[in-house]
């Protein structure tokens, strides 16, 4: 208990001094720490705001330059979509243009097709292989070969129209996306430290598994450019190839069908000629039948004439039969009697035969005379089939020189669109 109740031990003036001097250096190193610290803060406080600030605006600058390309990318796209849309317009009317086309050439060979079917009903020898019918043969073939190609052309251009709207839709979405791309990174751009609808968001800073790196996004939107142009340049091709083929079918088909008028104006011209040489020589024939009846009916009147004399010399021979005895002699007269019945028998033979021939050849005459005839209904019916049929049947195709021929190309002018 004395023990405990000793007073705290003493301490030497030196100690006390060198305690506060401690006290003294402890506080001012403490403070100094302090104020260094407090420095520091503020330098890092100073340094991150000024790298804060200038991230922000690197930031902004990143945001103000991916806006302006965006806007790039979005006018190329909107530029692109604008060509396409008129390029699908353009093809749509080419293709009214070949699908009228197709049709207008239907009536052309049904005329041609018509021609060919009414000459089937040329008669005899007219039922030949000429000219004209090669000629409409060609027609038909060059026909069917026009529209062979329309409907191929058709085909391409359905599906040139196919492709420009799948082009059409890549653009649409491309730009759909842009769109909303754009106004996003505008809410992002206007954002500032002070505005109300900021917030924390958790794990802002994630990548999104469905992001794209800047270059495919790049390419993307650069194969849409690039397979926008490429659908357009193959439209403009195909619209030149259009106009092309329905200028030159047309040309092609006024061409042949010329050959063909021609033709049949020789064909024709040459059929009259015939029947004029046909009719001159039935004339001919006519006036030779008359001759002839003339003539036979002078044979048949001569060979009625020689029945008087030889009758007449009958009966004087018969009656110089009669003579009585030695007066029954062959005297001169009862010789030249004999001689004359002779005579008039030849002749009347050599009359009868001569008849004869006139009748065989009469009858030939009246064969020649059926036969021609008959060729010249032949001619008359050929000419009425490539005149009156054929060749005023053919007059409502193509266009002749001088008139319009608009229908010829699908109905539109070439200068319309094509």
């Not at 530029?79 to 243009?97: A, H, N, P």
């Not at 359905?158 to 996306?177: G, P």
């Not at 049929?389 to 109905?411: F, N, T, V, Y």
Request: glycine share 2%; aromatic share 4%.
């Amino acid at each position: 208990m004395a023990e405990l109740l000793k007073p705290p031990p003493k301490f030497l003036p030196s100690e006390w001094h060198l305690a506060n001097k401690s006290l003294y250096h402890k506080a001012e190193a403490q403070r100094s720490r302090s104020e260094r610290l407090v420095a520091e803060s503020q330098r890092l406080v100073d340094e991150i705001d000024k790298s804060t600030r200038k991230s922000q605006s690197d930031v902004n600058k990143k945001l103000e330059q991916r806006l302006e390309e965006v806007k790039f990318w979005k006018k190329e796209l909107d530029d692109k979509l604008e060509q396409l849309v008129k390029e699908t317009e353009d093809l749509l009317i080419c293709k009214t243009r070949l699908e009228k086309a197709l049709e207008s050439f239907k009536e052309p060979l049904h005329i041609t097709e018509m021609c060919l079917a009414y000459r089937e009903k040329r008669m005899g020898i007219d039922l030949v292989h000429d000219v004209v019918e090669q000629e409409l043969q060609k027609e038909a073939e060059i026909i069917w070969g026009i529209m062979a190609l329309l409907t191929r052309t058709l085909e391409e251009i359905t599906e040139q129209i196919r492709l420009n709207r799948s082009s059409k839709y890549s653009l649409e979405k491309d730009l759909k996306d842009k769109f909303t791309a754009l106004t996003i990174d505008d809410i992002c751009f206007s954002l500032n430290n002070n505005s109300p609808n900021i917030s924390y968001s958790e794990n802002a800073v994630r990548i999104d598994p469905n992001s794209v790196s800047l270059e495919d996004w790049l390419d993307f939107s650069n194969t849409n450019v690039e397979k926008a142009d490429k659908q357009r340049n193959n439209s403009l091709m195909l619209k030149a190839l259009v106009d092309q083929i329905l200028s030159q079918t047309a040309n092609d088909l006024r061409r042949q069908c010329d050959v063909v008028d021609t033709a049949f104006k020789n064909g024709l011209q040459e059929t009259k000629d015939a029947r004029d040489k046909l009719a001159a020589h039935l004339a001919k024939v006519m006036e030779e039948i008359a001759s002839q009846e003339k003539n036979i009916a002078g044979l048949e009147k001569a060979i009625l004439d020689q029945e008087g004399p030889a009758k007449l010399a009958h009966t004087r021979l018969e009656t110089r039969t009669q003579r009585p005895n030695m007066e029954l002699c062959r005297d001169v007269a009862q010789c030249r009697l004999i001689k004359e019945v002779h005579e008039i028998n030849h002749n009347v033979a050599r009359l009868q035969e001569t008849l004869a021939q006139a009748q065989m050849e009469l009858k030939g005459l009246n064969r020649r005379q059926l036969a021609l005839q008959e060729e010249i209904l032949v001619k008359e019916n050929t000419i009425y089939i490539d005149e009156v049929l054929c060749m005023q049947m053919r007059k409502s195709i193509p266009p002749r020189d001088g008139e319009d021929r608009a229908a010829w190309a699908g109905g539109l002018r070439p200068s319309a669109v094509c």
